[in-house]
């Protein structure tokens, strides 16, 4: 029910917001999504822990009966997690907006809220089919979002961001219904539950599931990204208004990893098996690259965007590490990145509001001018940086450690596909972190006082934002939340930790019979044995 | 060439046909004179430019496959094709009321008949 | 159900012939109409000859009343549900498209008529013009009733001899004469090439009769395997289909032809003949059977043909679109790309008797024929209402900018027919296409099915143009602004359509249940049911065999 | 547990030979301990949170500086309580919540845990006492020094959160617990290198440290994880345990293994870089950017010796390996680094970057002490070091306080003789006799002794060339104590002479900054000697002259602990330590009191090669026979037992250095022992020698363009990739690859345009082509 009125809802804002008057809209939009958090709330505490790999809260609604597509909901703790982020982030989102969108609100609030809805639904779906329709349908509200609020380049960002994504994942949907198909030749019956088609998937033979995995992840890593279809991000991010680079840091890019990790990770086992080396340098290669091409930025939004190729390489890795840790890790990371890349995306958002540009070239000390503002940027690139103590280390750290670990044949009876070298290498990636980060931070928190020409009479000269030096308290605000939600998860992660582990241990149980070493490329073309899946738990 | 081709190689009914004898004048023959008008229509409407010409050349691919019918028609012992020719003269006699009609709406246009002439719709 | 297919096929006391009669009632009542539309329309009361319009529009309804409640099938055709659906959904079409042809000629004569000078019998054709798409409309019935090559072939005729006459006096500019001599020349040429088929496929099996007892798919079924005269037949009959559906190699008068006629004929071109040609594809397709392709589908040769004409229709529909600035030739492409999509169901065959939609490649066809029907009039209807203030119509991609702004209702009209074409989810538009990837991927066509992936992304493009350009852009200032057609009817086929792919999503299971069953195969021939299993046993060949 | 359960607790020492590291379980400690990290941690977020809604009076609040004093003050007392009630020998630890735990089965190792939990030996006592005693007195300092600077409450907040992360670091129980502290303080001297933000030297010297410390902290972090993939643990007493039993978390001998090499290889990474090891040395001389007070605790006192506090911790893992292959590098990269930066210190004319080479330096003792087996030596050296060295920052900052910012020891003489900082030139005598180990009377004198006897004593077949390292420590020791009395000869004693310098140098605020504002516009051109200037410089205030006194005294009180128990009060914490070992080739590390005793024992002691690391696993029995020499003999110095004779001949090396720096630098006058003849700031007998010994004096006083050299090969190289990979990015990926993909169906269209001709014929053609076409394949696939 709570998963439903969390789709519900937001759709809901977006009609009373479309309808209403102007003046109203953003109230309205405030109003929606913190009924939205506080539904999410009650849904994490109605949620039972104890029981967390279990899918819960559900509920169905036939759809397409003859296809055997439900609108099919459920929730394990993954997935409540990345929905409570989500909700989280979207009253933020709103209220980080009231200063930047001054024309056109209607349409900005009820788009933002709109995006909300497909967002929860990727998140909650217990049907593929369902999946795949919410994975698609938030194109639409970030497109119009970008190519009517964006910036000077909007369109073809927009575009791209559309195009892109929307033909990766149609490559999906084909592999998708291909296992799906699969099932049904089996069964006899259509059916697009998940857990279903997830059993059926795996007792394909590798080949097949090689393909379909190729499939998958055409989709899924264009929206990750990974490199190398990962140029659409930097363009949309640059180009998107803030709380569009927000929403699409803090969760679109999560889609992806999620649907790797609900996905790929469960389907295809001896798939992921036997390539996981590749995708595991496909991250590293990201992970130094896209960080090596955060140094040469003179954009600063820029820079954060293709951080976050950088730092999804740390996602991805940890979860192809196959092992319990590096999948905690990645999954972490997923929630760990949206709340301080989002936070990033907040405060250059808060900064090109007061002096219209990100050049670094035009900016620099803004500490001076802004302590506030750069206390807070520091923190986040802190945070980014994966400084101990705070968010991103634990999650950097274990998904480095089971990259490890997932080679090494250790204690614990760990195996898996990567190992010591893979590991360091993506290592060197923490130094590249931290030289780009503090490149930024050194050129604009710190320096010399760098202002735009110009910008001595900024009230003139830009009508509509008449902000105080400094933050306000509405942007503060804002960045608050995400902070404490920074340090919690930095200093206590281990509620959510014990969370994932069932979850977790549910989807790595598909490699029980996985022989790691087999898997030297030619003389299998044999179907895994069929693994006795640990029952999902029911919908109650 | 087709025709050749299919004669040469067609169907074992028709070897049949024409070893078995329908006379001097087998279904082959029918079969060529028809594919011939068939491909004359067909060479005719790419080669000619006048409309009416090349209406007349769809007619004659029409009356080539015509022709085919009444010999396949014979050959099965049956008046299917027969019956089918009669609509197919029925329905090439409504082509040519329509291609009059436009025929003269073209003309009154632009004093030709040239087909090349029509050609401002394109890309 | 099935008692009443028998009482009407077989029972004792009912003739045969009247038994045949009864299946095409829907098309006696067109006819009908239609022929009280002819006399309407020459009245000298400008009253009656409006009603012209609402006595086609009664004949429709009642032409769709009577196909829903008569005959629900024909005990001796390998497809013997199609026709109700069929007609249902041709009434259905074509009532929206009768709205949004109105007006579309004789508006001089009528106001000169107003003005009060006498009326011009000679110089109107509104009779002809609503005539000619009533023909047109209960050929196309008439296809979906054809059990036998000659009427089919027939049928087909009815079908396009009114639309070459519709093209050309849709407007009295040049363009309209060249749409029309373009499209009544390469459909004579196709014409002839479709009757060479079936000429051959005659040739071949000595048989017209498409099902039962002595027929082509007996013949086949007998013999095993086509034959090369027989090939040869389906082939060129194929070919001469391709012109009707718009596929390549016969799509070139496509978007010509669009672009000529009226904005409302071309809306209907766009559904009318295409729909008669898959009806024709199918009906062929149905006689080879999808048994004898080294087992699991069409005859490789056909396979191919199909595979090849698909794959390439799709794309050049798409790749084509993207050059283009008229809305109406983007429309024209993405006709032919959707026959390409289209064709992927053809190919996939019906599948297992009895299996369920998902793998209904016919039952795919059909329910994307009728969600492109009901999507495809949107858009059109939004090119239909708008002229610039120079006259002439409003038909550039530009034209359409910021019309969400100036005029909302057409606005989002053309925003939700491009996003629902376009197949975003939960759009009618992307159910069609996902029961196609289904039915694909179930006859085993993974190679087509990412290809036709491939194809919606780059469609996705022109779409978003089509859809961007109303909500995302403005129009400038100085530029004028466009005017509204007086008629309010071909708002309200937008308003239709566009309401229409939004109120089909919650019946869309009922729909695909109805397609399903309309497209089931096989229902009176013991030998083909088993062929059609037979296939379904070998058809699941994994992807490793591409 | 299951995990301690499994592991047999065997005997600790061989029969014979070296001693090392008893495991003893750990007992639970008193959850109080929490307030060591936790009250500076409250003094942290108060004034950030003072700094945030702005109650700090635009900076000039004092509160946030009294705040923390007094925090890190209780937070010491508390330490103090803890130690004394501390039982010694059995370690104590504390669990304070749970962080990391993960678990994925319940066999050994099926778990990662990494909690907040504190783990105190003797090691951490040591530690802990002198960076919250230090750290209290330093802040205490910096209230008065940091006094009219705007961030204020900014640098206490950093300050205390140093100091938290320093405790976490040195007390966390596990190897992760380590890791927050290691990157904690790295962060902390980011942002207090960095202080001065405006100042772009001071971002770039900040930015330098964190990424250089980065390279370190990724060894570290290997070490880490190959540590728990080895032991599936990363806890302290488990992972002793099984070290201790010389065997790995699945119970296997740890003997032979690549692990064994391995992880301390990693680890000593770690420690190189935060503890400015060759080659990581480079970002602690532009770390001087910073505030003088940071300078002093965390760049010289105590962040920088978290490496030897690694090392020291993880002891007996460094002893797993065999052939001692990470000691070695440890022994010779301490070692030239000690000499490298005294080569550079002697030839810098900036006070506090002189300080911060010798810091270098001295840390490079302490590397070779770990190195060759002392880590007696090595902690004591840290435990004297962390006063001298914070005396000698201290009085360096008072200077630059009090001369606005003048560091330049051409522009500076005759402090011991102007009014008010007498306090400030004895702190700095006292802290330069400790540096130069001048005999006896001072702490370094004897820890610095303890190193370098032990290198002499460690035989060369158990670390190869100790002789050698011996002998360039020695000459170490002598060019310490040159370039230490050179600063003192030239800025303490001679004539009263000074020029101010740049304000901006010392404190980036130039508007905000109180003193000397005035007179900062004339500074620039008049300001040369005292007499005519309009500059006054402000003599140091109670707190500055307390702190100084304070630990001038502790300097020198830090000599008594060498003469406590049995190995000094040190070596006495050591014992109760992971850090213990002692070597069987001479217990004479052991303090000097007991030196002649030790002295008379000592003999060939036979020790079997590898046996200094894997004593306590029985499998090695056969491993003597490997070796042909059987024994090893422990070196000796000359002839002479190292331990005995080492306290004279390093008395003499320093002595001769202290000589050569008065005949070159010292002024007329008793001062310089009469050898000395400068009479002016700016001139001495060096000048001449500069120019006699040519290019190398530049090339010292370039530091060996070693920063140039790594801008060469690492910095400009890495830079231009990022370059090439952009440009890649941009035209190859996006432009040439997706656009390229985009453009295709594109180009398709315009190649297909043309067909669509509108001409009749040509699509009648194409028709009629397409048809032939099919037809004929079809017919072609028919018939053959």
Request: hydrophobic letters at 55%; aromatic letters at 12%.
């Amino acid at each position: 029910m709570m998963l439903w009125a969390l789709i519900l809802i937001p759709l809901l804002t977006a009609a009373l917001i479309a309808s209403g008057p102007r003046g109203a809209a953003r109230g309205t939009a405030m109003l929606g999504s913190l009924i939205s958090l506080f539904i999410a709330g009650l849904a994490a505490f109605q949620f039972d822990w104890g029981n967390s790999g279990a899918m819960q809260l559900g509920g169905s609604v036939p759809f397409l009966p003859s296809f055997g597509v439900e609108f099919s909901l459920g929730v394990d703790a993954v997935a409540l997690a990345l929905i409570l982020l989500t909700a989280l982030l979207q009253p933020l989102m709103v209220l980080g907006s009231f200063s930047a969108i001054t024309s056109d609100e209607k349409t900005y609030y009820a788009w933002l809220m709109a995006l909300m809805a497909p967002m929860v639904g990727v998140f909650a779906a217990r049907d593929l089919l369902f999946f795949y329709v919410c994975f698609e349908l938030t194109l639409v509200p970030m497109f119009i979002l970008i190519s009517l609020f964006g910036s000077t380049n909007r369109k073809k960002a927009a575009i791209k961001f559309f195009l892109y994504t929307f033909t990766g994942s149609i490559l999906a949907l084909a592999g998708l219904v291909y296992v799906a198909w699969k099932a049904s030749a089996q069964t006899g019956a259509w059916s697009w539950d998940i857990a279903t088609l997830q059993m059926v998937a795996q007792s394909m033979s590798l080949k097949e599931q090689s393909w379909v995995m190729l499939a998958m992840l055409a989709g899924f890593a264009v929206k990750i990204p990974l490199f190398p279809v990962h140029t659409w991000l930097p363009l949309a991010h640059t180009e998107a208004p803030t709380a569009g680079s927000v929403v699409l840091a803090g969760v679109l890019l999560k889609l992806g990893t999620y649907a790797v990790y609900r996905f790929v990770l469960p389907f295809v086992p001896a798939a992921v098996a036997e390539y996981a080396e590749a995708i595991a340098l496909l991250s590293i290669v990201g992970i130094v690259y896209a960080g090596l091409i955060c140094w040469v930025q003179r954009d600063v939004k820029k820079l954060v965007a293709y951080s976050s190729v950088s730092h999804l390489g740390f996602c991805v890795l940890g979860m192809v590490a196959i092992n319990l840790i590096g999948a905690q890790g990645s999954l972490l990371y997923m929630i760990n990145h949206g709340l301080s890349t989002g936070a990033l995306f907040f405060c250059i958002g808060m900064m090109y509001e007061r002096y219209h540009t990100r050049s670094m070239d035009e900016l620099g000390g803004l500490a001076k001018k802004m302590p506030i503002w750069a206390f807070f940027m520091g923190f986040f690139t802190m945070a980014s940086v994966g400084l101990p103590g705070l968010n991103g280390f634990v999650s950097e750290f274990m998904c480095l450690l089971g990259t490890f670990q997932s080679g090494a044949e250790g204690v614990g009876g760990v195996r898996g596909p990567l190992g010591f070298w893979f590991a360091a290498i993506a290592g060197t990636g923490m130094i590249v972190a931290a030289i780009y980060l503090l490149y930024m931070v050194g050129k604009v928190v710190f320096g010399p006082l760098k202002e735009p020409a110009g910008h001595g009479h900024h009230d003139d000269a830009h009508g509509h934002a008449h902000l105080p030096q400094d933050l306000t308290g509405r942007e503060i605000g804002v960045l608050v939340p995400l902070a404490i939600g920074c340090v919690v998860l930095g200093v206590y992660p281990t509620p959510v930790l014990k969370a994932f582990e069932a979850p977790i241990q549910h989807t790595l149980a598909a490699y029980d019979g996985v022989n790691f070493e087999d898997f030297d490329g030619e003389d299998d073309d044999h179907g895994l044995a069929l693994v006795a899946l640990p029952a999902q738990g029911e919908a109650r | 060439m087709l025709i050749n081709l299919l004669a040469s190689h067609a169907a074992p009914q028709l070897h049949a046909a024409i070893e078995g004898g329908l006379g001097a004048i087998t279904l082959y023959h029918y079969l060529f004179v028809a594919m011939v008008m068939f491909a004359l229509g067909v060479i005719g409407f790419l080669a000619r430019r006048n409309l009416i010409i090349m209406f007349l050349s769809t007619e004659l691919m029409f009356q080539g496959a015509g022709l085919a019918l009444i010999a396949f028609s014979r050959y099965h012992f049956n008046h299917t094709g027969e019956v089918f020719v009669i609509f197919v003269l029925t329905v090439a006699a409504a082509e040519a009321a329509l291609a009059l009609a436009l025929v003269v709406l073209l003309f009154r246009q632009r004093e030709s008949l040239d087909a090349q002439e029509w050609s401002s719709l394109q890309g | 159900m099935m008692s009443l297919l028998a009482a009407m096929s077989a029972g004792p006391d009912v003739p045969p012939m009247i038994a045949k009669l009864s299946i095409i009632v829907p098309e006696i009542v067109m006819f009908v109409g239609t022929c009280v539309v002819l006399m309407l329309g020459l009245s000298k009361t400008s009253t009656i000859r409006r009603a012209s319009v609402g006595a086609a529009g009664l004949a429709l309804i009642i032409a769709g009343i009577a196909a829903a409640t008569g005959p629900q099938g024909v005990a001796d055709s390998l497809l013997p549900h199609v026709m109700p659906y069929a007609k249902v959904l041709i009434a259905a079409v074509g009532f929206i498209l009768l709205l949004l042809l109105t007006g579309t000629v004789d508006r001089e004569v009528e106001a000169e008529a107003d003005a009060g000078k006498p009326f011009d019998v000679l110089r109107a054709n509104r009779a002809e013009f609503y005539a000619f798409f009533m023909f047109s409309l209960t050929g196309l019935m008439l296809c979906a009733s054809a059990d036998d090559l000659i009427w089919l072939f027939l049928a087909l005729e009815l079908t396009s001899l009114p639309t070459y006459v519709m093209v050309s006096i849709s407007t009295a500019r040049s363009r309209s004469q060249e749409a029309g001599v373009k499209y009544f020349f390469l459909g004579a040429f196709s014409a002839a090439m479709l009757l060479m088929g079936f000429t051959f496929i005659y040739g071949a099996t000595g048989y017209t009769q498409l099902f039962g007892y002595h027929s082509i798919a007996s013949v086949i079924g007998a013999q095993g395997s086509l034959g090369p005269i027989a090939t040869l037949g389906f082939v060129m009959a194929i070919v001469g289909l391709c012109f009707k559906i718009a596929a390549v190699p016969m799509h070139f008068y496509t978007p010509d032809v669009y672009q000529g006629a009226a904005a409302g004929v071309s809306a209907m071109l766009a559904f009318v003949p295409k729909t008669a040609g898959f009806l024709g594809l199918m009906l062929l397709t149905s006689a080879v059977g999808w048994g004898l392709g080294g087992g699991y589908g069409l005859p490789s040769e056909l396979r191919l043909l199909l595979w090849v004409v698909a794959a390439l229709t799709m794309t050049f529909g798409n790749v084509l679109a993207l050059m283009q600035r008229s809305v109406k030739r983007i429309l024209a492409y993405s006709s032919i790309a959707h026959s390409g999509y289209m064709l992927v169901g053809i190919i996939a065959g019906p599948g297992a008797w009895g299996a369920g939609a998902p793998g209904n490649g016919l039952g795919a066809v059909l329910f994307y024929l009728m969600s492109y029907g009901v999507m495809n009039v949107g858009a059109f209807a939004v090119v239909a209402s708008l002229e610039k203030q120079s006259g002439g119509e409003a038909e550039d991609v530009d034209d359409l900018r910021g019309l969400c702004k100036t005029h909302p209702l057409l606005g989002w009209i053309m925003v939700i027919s491009s996003v629902t074409m376009l197949g975003l989810p939960f759009a009618i538009g992307f159910l069609g296409k996902f029961y196609l990837f289904t039915a694909g991927l179930r006859a085993g066509e993974v190679a087509l099915i990412v290809v036709m992936g491939l194809n919606s992304a780059i469609a996705a493009f022109y779409y978003l143009r089509l859809a961007g350009a109303p909500l995302l852009e403005h129009r400038d200032e100085h530029e004028a602004s466009l005017v509204v057609t007086a008629f309010n009817s071909r708002k309200l086929a937008g308003l239709i359509s566009a309401v229409g792919v939004l109120a089909l999503l919650p019946f869309a299971d009922r729909l695909a249940t109805l397609s399903d069953h309309a497209a089931s195969y096989g229902a009176s021939s013991e030998a083909a049911q088993a062929s059609a299993s037979q296939a379904e046993h070998v058809d699941a060949r994994s992807v490793t065999d591409h | 547990m299951t995990l301690l359960d499994a592991i047999p607790t065997l005997s600790t020492l061989a029969s014979g030979g070296a001693e090392h590291f008893a495991y003893h379980v750990a007992e639970a400690g008193p959850k109080w301990m929490a307030l060591v990290p936790g009250l500076p941690l409250l003094g942290a977020v108060i004034c950030l949170a003072m700094l945030l809604f702005k109650r700090d009076m635009g900076g000039r609040s004092r509160v946030p500086a009294y705040l923390v004093t007094a925090l890190l003050g209780i937070s010491f007392v508390v330490t103090l309580i803890g130690f004394l009630q501390w039982n010694h020998g059995q370690p104590w630890v504390v669990h304070a919540f749970e962080w990391i735990n993960v678990a994925w089965g319940s066999g050994a190792g099926q778990s990662l845990q990494a909690n907040a939990s504190f783990y105190m030996d003797g090691l951490s006592w040591l530690w802990m006492l002198f960076v919250t005693g230090l750290g209290a007195a330093i802040c205490l300092y910096a209230s008065e020094y940091m006094a009219n600077d705007k961030g204020y409450a900014r640098f206490f907040s950093a300050f205390a959160l140093f100091v938290v992360s320093m405790s976490c670091l040195v007390m966390g129980d596990n190897l992760v617990m380590l890791y927050l502290g290691w990157e904690g303080v790295g962060l902390c001297s980011y942002l207090l290198i960095g202080y001065f933000y405006t100042k772009p030297s001071a971002v770039a010297a900040a930015k330098k440290a964190f990424i250089v410390n980065r390279i370190g902290d990724l060894g570290l972090a290997l070490g880490l994880y190959l540590t728990f993939t080895t032991f599936g643990t990363v806890q302290y007493d488990e992972l002793f345990a099984m070290v201790s039993a010389g065997v790995d978390g699945s119970g296997h001998s740890l003997a032979g293994t690549w692990q064994a090499t391995w992880i301390p290889l990693l680890l000593m990474i770690g420690a190189f870089g935060k503890s400015a090891q060759f080659p990581l040395y480079v970002w602690l001389p532009d770390a001087m950017e910073g505030p003088t007070p940071v300078s002093a605790l965390i760049h010289a006192a105590t962040m920088v010796t978290a490496g030897v506090y690694l090392i020291a911790r993880m002891y007996p893992l460094f002893l797993m390996d065999e052939a001692l292959t990470a000691l070695h590098v440890v022994a010779y990269v301490g070692t030239f680094t000690a000499f490298l930066a005294a080569t550079i210190g002697m030839a810098q004319f900036d006070i506090k970057r002189i300080m911060a080479y010798s810091t270098l330096s001295q840390l490079g003792y302490m590397f070779a002490g770990l190195g060759v087996l002392t880590t007696n030596g090595a902690a004591y050296h840290v435990f004297t070091h962390a006063f001298f060295k914070a005396t000698l920052f201290l009085a360096c900052g008072a200077v630059m306080h009090g001369f606005a910012g003048q560091l330049d020891l051409r522009k500076l003489s005759g402090l011991w003789n102007m009014k008010g900082w007498r306090i400030v030139s004895v702190a700095m005598l006292v802290g330069c006799l400790n540096l130069s180990g001048i005999p006896v009377i001072t702490a370094g004198f004897w820890s610095k002794d303890m190193i370098i006897a032990e290198a002499f004593t460690t035989p060369n077949q158990v670390i190869a060339g100790s002789s050698l390292i011996g002998w360039v420590l020695l000459i170490t020791a002598g060019m310490t104590a040159y370039y230490t009395f050179r600063v003192f000869f030239r800025v303490f004693v001679g004539p009263v002479e000074f020029e101010p310098g740049d304000e901006a140098h010392g404190h980036g605020d130039d508007d905000d900054h109180g003193h000397g504002g005035d007179d900062h516009g004339h500074a620039g051109h008049d300001a040369h000697g005292h007499g005519d200037g309009h500059f006054h410089p402000h003599a140091p205030g109670w707190a500055i002259n307390f702190v100084l006194a304070a630990l001038a005294i502790g300097s020198t009180v830090a000599i008594l602990p060498n003469f406590m128990g049995d190995h000094g009060w040190v070596g006495g914490l050591l014992h109760d330590s992971t850090a213990f070992y002692q070597s069987g080739f001479g217990h004479h590390e052991a303090p000097a009191g007991e030196h002649a005793l030790a002295n008379s024992k000592m003999e060939v002691v036979p020790v079997a090669a590898h046996s200094a690391p894997a004593h306590g696993a029985p499998s090695h029995d056969s491993a003597p026979d490997a070796h042909a020499a059987g024994e090893v003999h422990a070196n000796s110095f000359l002839g002479m037992n190292a331990h005995a004779v080492m306290y004279y001949v390093s008395t003499l090396f320093g002595l001769a250095g202290l000589a050569f720096a008065a005949y070159l630098h010292g002024p007329v006058g008793a001062w310089s022992f009469g050898i000395g003849n400068r009479t002016k700031a700016a001139v001495s007998r060096a000048d001449g020698w500069k120019r006699a010994i040519g290019p190398i004096g530049r090339w010292a006083e370039h530091k060996w363009y070693v920063d140039e050299f790594y801008d060469l090969i690492l910095r400009t190289p890495l830079r231009v990739i990022a370059h090439i990979f952009h440009a890649f990015d941009k035209l190859i990926i996006d432009g040439a690859l997706v656009d390229g993909a985009g453009l295709l169906p594109r180009l398709l269209g315009r190649t297909l345009r043309p067909m669509q001709s509108g001409v009749l014929h040509g699509y009648a053609t194409g028709m009629a082509a397409g048809i032939g076409i099919i037809v004929l394949i079809v017919l072609v696939m028919t018939l053959s």
